[in-house]
Nanobody, 114 residues
Framework: QVQLVESGGGLVQPGGSLRLSCAASGNIFTMYNMGWYRQAPGKQRELVAVILSSGITNYADSVKGRFTISKNDAQNTYLQMNSLKPEDTAVYYC?????????WGQGTQVTVSS
């Protein structure tokens, strides 16, 4: 059974930075892509960034140039968030899309406020 655990969320001032981490436990045999999603209060969950097994990345327009997704293997992914804005406030979830299924973390709160 694959489990994902996010960390790195917290409270930061506008313009600040945070780095989210997602670590997987269990055996992942074939990884298609890893992604980060977020959900703000009263809004639908939205895709923030995705990285394919090839390393190709894609970002939501709202975070392009500010956020960077990366991975170091098939078990860990990261989201570097710079120049944070109040509208980035949300619960952030990591997502692994694999041959054996789609897995979600429990979420980590990011709050951008002065």
């Amino acid at each position: 059974q694959v489990q994902l655990v996010e960390s790195g969320g917290g409270l930061v001032q506008p313009g600040g930075s945070l780095r989210l981490s997602c670590a997987a436990s269990g055996n992942i045999f074939t990884m298609y892509n890893m992604g980060w999603y977020r959900q703000a209060p009263g809004k639908q969950r939205e895709l923030v960034a995705v990285i394919l097994s090839s390393g190709i990345t894609n970002y939501a327009d709202s975070v392009k140039g500010r956020f960077t997704i990366s991975k170091n293997d098939a078990q860990n992914t990261y989201l570097q968030m710079n120049s944070l804005k109040p509208e980035d406030t949300a619960v952030y979830y990591c997502n692994f899309n694999t041959y054996t299924g789609v897995y979600w973390g429990q979420g980590t709160q990011v709050t951008v406020s002065s």
